[in-house]
Nanobody, 124 residues
Framework: QVQLVESGGGLVQAGGSLRLSCAAS????????MGWFRQAPGKEREFVAA????????YYADSVKGRFAISRDNAKNTVYLQMNSLKPEDTAVYFC?????????????????WGQGTQVTVSS
């Protein structure tokens, strides 16, 4: 089991940027594939981005491709989500998730470990 704690959310104007961080408690962080998901009010949780154990493979939802970038620092047990050119429709609670594995995983059902989420609000 790995504990995940997100940070970096906040209020930003449309067109602005934020960087989310997710710190993991596990000393075997490099054995986990990581993902970012988000959930807007009244909507289901949706996939945003995923990264494999080494950081060599990434995968994005079409809605964020070219604007968001996922990365990880295994020495710091941390995964990041750099969000640029933010839009009001990006407003949501953002969650990071972890699962053991060597690939990238886009489906919610693949992940067993979740953080508590961090709020991102983009004003128009």
């Amino acid at each position: 089991q790995v504990q995940l704690v997100e940070s970096g959310g906040g209020l930003v104007q449309a067109g602005g940027s934020l960087r989310l961080s997710c710190a993991a408690s596990s000393g075997t962080f490099s054995s986990y594939a990581m993902g970012w998901f988000r959930q807007a009010p009244g909507k289901e949780r949706e996939f945003v981005a995923a990264i494999n154990w080494s950081g060599g493979n990434t995968y994005y939802a079409d809605s964020v491709k070219g604007r968001f970038a996922i990365s990880r620092d295994n020495a710091k047990n941390t995964v990041y989500l750099q969000m640029n050119s933010l839009k009001p429709e990006d407003t949501a609670v953002y969650f990071c998730a972890a699962r053991r594995g060597t690939q990238t995983y886009a489906s919610i059902i693949n992940y067993k470990n979740w953080g508590q989420g961090t709020q991102v609000t983009v004003s128009s």
